[in-house]
């Protein structure tokens, strides 16, 4: 073993794993791209300065980033998620068409501790729309998600809908300071890890009286259908301009559901609060059920602060994004994989080395026609060969030796069963390509 | 305009240049899958150690790589090619099935002065072949690459050829010493940037002497056919074992050049050197010609000894690697992206707002169908709706009125030559999809 390995909260991915994650990349890409969104890239790494802007990363960024100098010693970071880089992109061109539907998948890095299924460096797929204050925006990017999710053969969801609007006016209603609202967030964002009673002790540690916790807990402790959901808080907020305007927003996305078809599968969920600050709307997780898993492996939300912040013209925005690797955790243990592991790999086999000419000929002659033709390298006899092929998941082995080569016709062999037969290249190519 | 910028050295890739980006990559790819590599990826950096190893990059990549330290003082540098961690990969799994043959499309970070068409972060699509000294591997490499700039639309290469080996016998046989043999190559490796006279100055500045320097610069001289080329180098250097292993090697490649399919386009060039410390024994590089442009897109070779000095068992390895960026910019220049401006969008027009929860649904029975399919999210009329949707490229729409969903025939637009006509939605899926 070498004294060498990869750096502390990062991972290789053998072939076996990223061909697997490679499909996931793949049907995902083509769900986004099916809906109008087109690619765009930025690069790993991003100035310092607009990684921890106030409302981008905000201070407490700082200890959750890689960060570096260049040789000019300009301040750096590796970029944490794609939303940041993007509202930069979009405050730099002010020329572009509006909406502007982009699709990004690309890693980001995180000095989280490392857990497992939790990496420093992993990757994100998202989809943002930017451009349009109406709810049909985040209505569709919830519906690509789930698209994207149906097609990689789920089917079971939860969508979880919550609005920044309506937890301000909670905030409001509860009597906390609006100044204490995002330490508010950041103690509630750890409902998932931390128990109830923690949250609690955290939320009195911020300053806040204990009825105000009790009638915070209370409210954001609402989940359920939308219609019966939403009215019910309602008449609780009524008055609250903020509050109202959340709702209603709320309400506008669970009618559009119906129409993207994933209106059986939204709950309003007031717990959901999202750990990074520029949110400003509604804000969405998507939980999927698979066998004994349980995972929420979306998650997104309305920024329309952040491209402003950013000194482009003030541009309302909304976008989701995929966690691939809980998704292929999920996928992994519940054996959803199976498109894959028939991709047909063909081997050509020499029987002897006066042959490999020829072998080379006719692999060169398969790969017009097939996907994946493969010939041996290492100048091993027939039987390591065929050992190699199948070790290697071949479908079928066309087996060239002098006879062969003289008669035009080749032996084909079933890799699974066994079974032999000789036949022209051209019946080979109908045959198996 | 924004203050913040992409960090120096770094871009950002906006869809319509992503789009054909893309389409390179999942072109090159389906070449590399073709010929039975499967992929892999690692992490974007690595430890300092690994990558300032003596025999990886050594010391002189101190000056031209990104350096950090995480939060605990460890040290760390984005990886500056896919070679080195593919070592790192096979150094710690021994139990690996050899040959391993692997792709990796990726980021590579370098610290070089930024200028056009050369930025300091990059990406690379490289094949690998680990396992075999045979040069079966390195012709297949070749190979590979040369089949994906076909695919992509070249038709004008020159596949140019070197051995590490027969440098290192040339060296001797001008009575350099050994150990001035890396800063040697280190100096003809610029040939291409700078003069042959500064060349013959900073050699002779390294210490070698001018007569010396005259053999040396007439040996690498050398340009042409295979055969005639190594047979003509072959007798000079007759008795120097090294050179004499290394034109064997050339030898055997070019034979193979046959089988593979580009005998025609290969040449040996004594002058090739390739900067990079753990080359052990062939070199190669491509160069395609389109029109007015020529250029060097492709380059790889032997490192025999890379795995074992990562603490691996001593395991030989070759491999090839194309340069996206260049590729694009003579693709882009010649036009050569025709492909994939032909793909469909296809746009659901909602005449009023009676009727977007019926466009919702066309819409997503549409993208069943076909492969992309977009309906606006700004509640935009008619004519915007219009507008927005030829700006984007859209090669038809279909558009909904009241009228049209009472009789379930909508008009198809031709976006191009502005023919309507009313169809069912199943007449426009079998016309458009």
Redesign the interface.
Known sequence: ????????G??????EE??R??YIIDSVRKAF????F??????????W??LSKKGSGGDEIR?EI???????D?E?G?RFDLTV?LA??V????QM???F??YQIG?V?R?DRPQAGRMR?FMQMDVD?V??E?M??DA?CIAVAF?ALKQLGFSKFEIRLNSRKVLNGMIEFAGIPAKKSKATFRILDKLEKISLGDIKRELKKAGLQSGTVTKLMHMIGVKGKPAATLSRISRQLKGIAIAEEGLRELGEISA?A????FGKNLVIDFSLVRGLDYYTGPIFEISVTAGKNVGSVVGGGRYDNLIGL???RQTPATGISLGIERIYEIMKSENMFKDIESRC?I?VIAVNDAV??QV??IA?RL?KE?????A????RDMRKQLE?AN??GACCAVIVGPKEVKSRKYTLRDMKSGRESKLSLDSIIKKIC
């Open positions: 073993m070498s004294q060498f390995q990869p750096a502390r990062t991972r290789d991915f053998l072939p990223m061909s994650r490679g791209e099916s809906f109008g087109e690619p765009m890239e930025t690069p790993a790494f991003e100035s300065e607009l200890d890689y960060y570096f100098r260049d040789k000019s300009r750096l590796l880089p930069r992109v405050a730099n061109n002010p068409k509006m909406p539907k982009r890693r890095w000095y460096e729309t451009g349009t109406r049909d925006a569709e698209e559009l119906k129409s993207y078809g950013y000194g482009g790999l081997f490999r000419k080379c000929d060169r790969r097939c996907l994946r033709v493969e041996d390298v290492m100048g190699y070790k290697k």
